[in-house]
Structures are given as C-alpha cells and as structure tokens.
C-alpha cells in the first residue's frame, strides 16, 4: 500500500474514533442530568438539580436563569385537591352575589398578608394554598372574634394557642400577630396532616375538632371527604360547607379577573423594622417621639392588648416600627419608658350591653356568675343595666371588645331601679329607648306572683307577653314588666319587698270572698277580680 493511501486510512481512523468519544460523552452527560431533573420535581423540600459542569457566564440565557428562579414549588406535604363539584358552585355564586362585598374586603386585605404568610408555609414546605383558611376564617382581620371565642387571623381559641406555643395574658393576645400565628397554624397544620394524611380532612378538622372527624372517619369507613359530607349525621352543616367554601374562595383568590373582581384595590405589602425592647413602653409615647400616627404603629403590633407594651419573660419584647424608623426607635426609649401598671385583680373585657341583656345571660355567655359580674361592676339588686353602656367580664371568653387597665375601664354606675320595686338577678334588664325590663321566671312562680311583684295586673301580663290564660311558665322564661308598670303605677298600689302577696295591703279574707264569692285568688295590688293561669313551673 502506498505511503498516501496508508496516511489517508490513518487520518480517517483518528476522525471516527474522536466522532464515537464526543457521542459518549453526551450520552453519559444525559444520563447522569436527567434522573436529577425527574427527582427534583417529584422531591418538596429538595433544591432544584443542578448540572455539575462549569458554564460560562455568556453562555446562560436571561430566560434561562428567570426560568430556573421561577421553578414551580412543590409541597414536602402534597398539594390540597381543588375539587369542584355543586357545593363549590354553591360557594362561587355567593361570593360573586350577596358576599361580593365580603370577597371584596378580603381580597384588598390579602394584599398586606398573603406575602408574608405564603413564605412561612413554604418555609415548612406546606401547600402554598393554605393562606386561604385565613380567607375565609377571619377576611385577614386582626380584630375577628368569634361566637366560639376564637380570635385573630387564623381563629384560635386561647387553649389551642397556648397548645402551639402563642401568649395570651393581661396585656399580650398572640393570636392577633400575623406572623406568630401564621408559625403557630402552620405547627397544627403538620400535626393534622400527620393524623390525617388527607388535606380535605385535616381542614374539616381545623374547623369542628380532631375527635369528630375521627369518629366519622371511623363510623363510616372511608377518609373521602365528600363521601362523609353526603352521610346525614357525620359533620355539622358549618363544617360541611367548610371545605367547599375555602376551595371557592381559593379560586377567586388566586384569579379574581376570572370570576369578575377586576376592581380589587389590594393594601401594600406588610413591612416594618423591629426594635427589641428591654425596659416597658407606651404605644403613644413611642408613636409620639417617633412621629408616628398611633394607629400605625397599633396595626404593626396587633399583640398588644393594651397601650402599655410589657416587657416578656426572656428579658426583652420585639416592637414593630415603621420602616427607616429604627434608629430613630433607639434614640426615644429613653425618653418613652414607663413606669408598669399594677397587676389587675383579674383579666376583664368591656362587654357592651344588648337589648334584652340580663346578668344572668351576660354571666353564662362569659361563663361566670351574677355575683361575680355584681362585684365587678360594683351593681347593687336595684341596679338596672342600660343599652349601650359597658360590664366588665371576665376573660374568661366570650364577646369581649377591649381589655383594659382597671383605670380605663371605670363605667359610670348604672341607674338605680325606681323605688319600692325589688329586682333580683333575673330581673335585672336591659333599658333602651322604649324603657322596657324583663323578668326571668324562677321555679314555683306564677303569673299571679310575678303580676304583684311588679305591681300589675295579670291582664296586663299576658297582653304584653302574648300569652293565653292557659298559657304554662316555664324556669327561666322572659316577660315583659317595665312597660306596663310605667302605664298602670298610678293606679295600682306597689308591691313592697318581701311580704306575702296575699297579706301585703291587709286585707282580710273576707274581703276576698267579697269580690269573688266562687273562691278565685284576689291578689293585692289588682283592682279586678283574677283567676290563677299558670301552673308553677318545677
């Protein structure tokens, strides 16, 4: 073979073996990046996969890298089921009928604490779409309290806050902070999906307790949500409508053009600076060498219950400030600090006083008692509870307005009730425009008792409580009595305190018989003949 023909066969042997290494090469680069890509969309809390070969900085793209950046998150716990089905039709119609204003709020609301909130849940690696619990539970409204006494943005109770580490006292309610509730609800989120394992029950759990869910579960055999909804007896209606109600209002949330909310003026983002405080300090104070509006800095630090800001056990508190204003914050301490109030006999709110409010209602809706509501607000037998005025309760839940120091929560004593009228703790009421008091029927009490103790007729009685002759009392119905004792005082006599009805005005039997010779009872403080209508109540 000649020298050429050889050189050239040699020259085309080195071009295909170099050809057969570059296509290994790529093959093995695929086979080792590929794997990486698929675990790293399937992985929550894994970091996306990264090629582990050095690429020039002009290589790269802008798409590229803002792709790369906005890489879809996915949840250590999985994502929550939007299902829809008539019961989220239900809800969507709402929201866009009668509870459009409601959506509205919620919506320009959201815009100062979706952010802020949305972080934290993937900080733990949970569904991003779980913000909207704090939707539908509270409209994102620090100030939300509920008939079940749950406060704040997630709707805590005060033992399920203290359970997952939030503070509430005298002059701190965690439960209005949104970021420390926020880490405690995403605490109890885990705990419930833990249990669970389905995002569908562990919301019905937030809403009517582990233990009823669990028994559902267990009677029924199945861990199908809707399945359980269609079962009579398995949830409350509240609860049923729960999950369908937060999957409505997910999808207007995160699409409100679709749905036609296109005028939603969302709030700014929530932002401030802190400062760690090691001495107490007054909220004005601080606002005031700040420069501050007092409010702002109120709606930064919804925590405090109070003006006065406590010093915690760790030895400092945190206090929100506006942005830029931290130095600023530093240099007003000592020009703000307080001195602490004294400790409160007891933790109270001001309740304010309903038509139709009598100290017993008041004391079982705050579950105390008459004679500690009497002691508190210094009220006497003869004290008459007034519409619009504030009692103090104690904090032990219930629909509190505002705690305050003992000094800001003096309420001008009640007008006493008119003399020769005795009141007892069921007839304490309260008094509006139309001057109306009530009186809560006791065991063994008859309208012939009642009608004399407050110096009525019986007539009288039962045209104002729409009664009937035959009507029968019952323990602790409610009858109008003021009214008609401001028509009829000027021509009946009055009932004093604690005398016999029959013997109250000293008339004699015979006298009885004389006005009805068939036996009927005459009551003193009548001026007609009266037959006894209803049986004591036992």
């Not at 990264?50 to 790269?60: G, L, M, P, R, W």
């Not at 008539?86 to 409601?102: A, D, N, P, S, T």
Request: net charge positive; with cysteine.
């Amino acid at each position: 073979m000649s020298f050429p023909l050889r050189g050239l066969l040699v020259s085309s042997l080195i071009l295909l073996l170099s050809a057969c290494s570059s296509f290994q090469r790529k093959s093995e680069t695929a086979a080792v990046t590929e794997p990486e890509k698929v675990a790293g969309a399937e992985g929550a809390d894994q970091a996306p996969a990264v090629a582990s070969t050095t690429i020039k900085e002009d290589e790269v793209s802008s798409e590229d890298v803002e792709k790369n950046i906005e890489r879809p998150y996915k949840s250590a716990y999985g994502e929550i089921a939007m299902d829809y089905n008539e019961h989220v039709e239900k809800w969507l119609r709402y929201f866009q009928g009668r509870g459009r204003g409601y959506m509205n709020t919620y919506l320009s609301r959201s815009g100062r604490y979706l952010p802020m909130m949305k972080n934290v849940l993937r900080e733990n690696g949970l569904p991003e779409d779980l913000v909207y619990i704090a939707l539908i539970e509270s409209g994102f409204s620090p100030r939300a309290h509920s008939r079940a006494n749950a406060v704040g943005y997630w709707q805590f109770i005060k033992s399920t806050g203290k359970r997952f580490g939030l503070q509430v006292d005298t002059f701190t309610d965690e439960r209005r902070d949104p970021v420390l509730s926020t880490r405690a609800a995403v605490e109890y989120f885990k705990a419930l999906y833990n249990l669970f394992g389905d995002w569908h029950l562990c919301m019905a759990s937030y809403n009517v307790g582990e233990s009823r869910v669990k028994r559902a579960v267990t009677k029924y055999y199945t861990k199908d949500f809707w399945q359980l909804i269609a079962k009579r007896r398995s949830f409350p209606a509240e609860t049923k409508n729960y999950v369908p109600k937060f999957i409505a209002a997910a999808m207007i949330a995160k699409d409100p053009a679709k749905y036609g909310f296109t005028d939603v003026a969302y709030e700014d983002p929530l932002s401030y600076d802190t400062v760690a405080l090691k001495s107490p300090i007054s909220i004005s104070k601080l606002a005031s060498n700040l420069n501050v509006d007092v409010e702002e800095l109120k709606l930064l630090n919804p925590k405090f219950r109070t003006d006065f800001v406590p010093i915690s056990r760790s030895g400092e508190t945190v206090v929100r400030i506006p942005v830029g204003r931290a130095d600023d914050a530093l240099a007003a301490l000592s020009l703000s600090v307080t001195t602490q109030p004294k400790v409160l006999q007891a933790e109270y709110y001001f309740y304010r006083i309903r038509r139709g409010d009598t100290l017993s209602t008041v004391a079982r809706k705050h579950r105390t008692t008459v004679s500690q509501l009497r002691r508190l607000n210094n009220l006497s037998n003869r004290s008459v509870l007034r519409v619009g005025k504030t009692l103090k309760v104690p904090d032990n839940g219930g629909d509190g307005i505002k705690l305050v120091t003992e000094e800001e929560a003096r309420v001008p004593a009640p007008a006493p009730a008119r003399q020769g009228r005795e009141l007892n703790d069921g007839a304490v009421r309260a008094v509006g425009a139309r001057d109306v008091e009530f009186h809560l029927v006791r065991g063994g009490e008859n309208l012939t008792v009642i009608a004399a103790r407050y110096g009525l007729t019986i007539n009288d009685l039962l045209k104002f409580n729409n009664l009937s002759s035959r009507s029968v009392l019952r323990r602790g119905q409610k009858l109008r009595v003021r009214e008609v004792a401001q028509r009829s005082a000027s021509r009946l006599p009055k009932v004093k305190k604690k005398q016999p009805v029959l013997a109250q005005y000293g008339r004699a039997r015979s006298v009885q018989k004389e006005l009805d010779p068939k036996g009927a009872r005459t009551v003193a403080g009548s001026s007609a003949k009266m037959r006894r209508h209803a049986r004591p109540s036992r």
